[in-house]
């Protein structure tokens, strides 16, 4: 029997499930190894040290892309152009080469080039106000008849270029392009997760106008992240020419969409403020092993496309499932704070 004085404990308060939190921290790995496992089952020579070497050496070009994409998702922002200004960085280099420029110098130009763009991006999105969506798809048009203009709508090829290396060479037994890859990841990590500048770009994504009235200068914030992608996408860029050993107008056609559904699959919310680095990474990693799995599978080009198309939609659906996911988690603390 109790008595008036003595106090029952209150009934455990069962955790609602999170699955923005099961997929960022769980989901998405469980997604790479199923992936790894059905493909090192169903295509063959996937498993192989070759092959492996092979898919590291072609998500290192996406991956790159979607690293400068993190950031600027991470303040809510989006740029369509990065596909464009890797073709445009890649002629920018290959034709500084070809008229003699010493190779480091003809690889500074082409990622100022994409710092340029980027530069761009943002000044027209912060400081005119303008949607970030409509002033990167006109630069996407823009720089993408900018290339062919340049290369007057051929390819410029050059069997001796001089970095021919970044895109072709080792370190260490790793291909070149995978240990630029892992620098940019690294570096980028460091930047979001280290330092005040990337506290500020996740302040600026979650609430800009919280973000201004802490004393963040939301405008350089918002452009200069369209800088570092621009210059991360002129990066890229300039390793697939040097993988080709040529300047292709249609180089980087359709990698902006690559780039943003592995942002998305990695974790970081359309909307802004969340996300991680490393996820992006996981994110490139799922579309390069399905790509390459697709292509030892012999399934046909349209059909990759379909698959890819499927990708992009399941990205954007996980992430609204996130949103949703949260908002609920949410509602029901308010709820049990309110009946305690």
Known sequence: MTTQNQVTDPAPVRQPFEFA???????????????????????????????????????????????????????????????????????TSVLAAVSG??????????????????????????????????????????????????????????????????????????????????????????????????RHVYAVGGNPEAARLAGVEVKRILTSVYVIAGALAGLAGLIFAAQVVSAQPTAGNGYELDAIAAVVLGGTALAGGKGRIIGTLIGSIILGVLSTGLILMNVQYFTQLLIKGIVIILAVAIDSLKQRSATRVVKDTAVVGATA
């Open 101 to 198: 420029v010493p190779a480091i110098a003809a690889l500074l130009v082409g990622v100022a080039a994409g710092a340029a763009a980027g530069w761009i991006n943002g000044a027209l999105s912060a400081y005119l106000s303008l949607a970030p969506f409509i002033v990167t798809l006109g630069l996407m048009t823009f720089l993408r008849g900018l290339a062919y203009t340049m290369t007057e709508g051929q390819p410029i090829v050059d069997n001796t270029l001089s970095f021919r290396d970044l895109g072709n060479g080792y370190v260490a037994g790793v291909p070149a392009p995978v240990v630029v890859m892992l620098v940019v990841y690294g570096a980028a990590w460091f930047l979001l997760e280290r330092t005040k500048y990337g």
């Open 21 to 91: 939190k099961w997929w960022d921290r769980v989901g998405i790995l469980v997604v790479l190894l199923a992936l790894i496992l059905f493909m090192a089952l169903a295509a063959p020579n996937f498993a192989t040290t070759g092959n492996l070497l092979n898919i590291a050496r072609s998500i290192s070009i996406n991956a790159i892309i979607a690293a400068g994409m993190t950031f600027v998702i991470l303040t809510g922002g989006i740029d369509l152009s990065v596909g464009s200004i890797v073709a445009v960085s890649g002629v």
